[in-house]
């Protein structure tokens, strides 16, 4: 995998990109703007051309928590505003996709129409770069908790014209009940990525530890060693010669980016 850190965005691009170079780091995650700033054409510009001179390749992540399956026409068309502008800072930035939480549907709703809805609801924000859904843990209304579901979504984005593909957080199939806490168990669960998704359908991965129990979906991101998945699923992980030139994005909680990244190098 093409690895990286996701780096907050709180004091600028610049200092975002900082991250990333600080840690060799092939790749960076961030998302498109910081709250209560608008960036500036130039600042958009600048950060691209630093980045593309980097040789660091770009992955954007909503920073919107989205309403887009919901059966409410105002909140979601509120959503797809939000996601059009997303999309288009993402785009000026480089970002090469976009990665997307799908959200939950309505309490008078089903997941069949949640996923019809959501997609599109992304077609409607016209994103002209690939938009990666990502799994969550599941639970409740959640939308792509299972990889059944997430399929879904993909394919339904897909039909409504979006260049549509997954993204796969360690963490969050963990809590959705997928077993990632040995090698054995990693290959057992990508065997079934490739059944139900196909490997090519793969464009991103969050390589996340989690202190949250198995199938307990709930979210808890951790160091790599300081959770239930060990560094031999890692491994497992980064030895696949199929995701060779596949973005592979640690998302450690703040404060514990020096000792993820460390155990994530020496796999």
Partial sequence: MVLGLHCPVIRGYDAALEIAKKHSCLAMQML???????????????????????????????????????????????????????????????????????GAFSPEGNAEDGIKLCAASIASAKPALPVLVENVPGGGRRLGGSLEELRALVDAARKAGVDAHACLDTAHAWSAGYDLSTADAALKFL?????VLGADNV?????????????????NHAAWGAGHLRAEALSALLAREEYAATLGILEPPPGEEEAAWAVLKKN
């Fill in 32 to 102: 498109p703007y910081r709250r209560h700033h608008d960036p500036s054409a130039e600042e958009l510009t600048a950060f691209r051309a630093a980045r593309e001179a980097a040789g660091i390749r770009l992955l954007a992540h909503s920073r919107f928590v989205p309403s887009l399956a919901s059966s409410d026409d105002a909140r979601r068309a509120r959503s797809v505003e939000l996601l059009a502008r997303e999309l288009e800072l993402s785009m000026s930035l480089g970002a090469e996709a976009y990665v997307l939480h799908a």
């Fill in 191 to 195: 065997a079934r990525v490739h059944r």
């Fill in 203 to 219: 464009r991103a991965f969050h390589l996340n530890d989690s202190r949250a129990l198995l199938g307990s979906r709930v979210e």
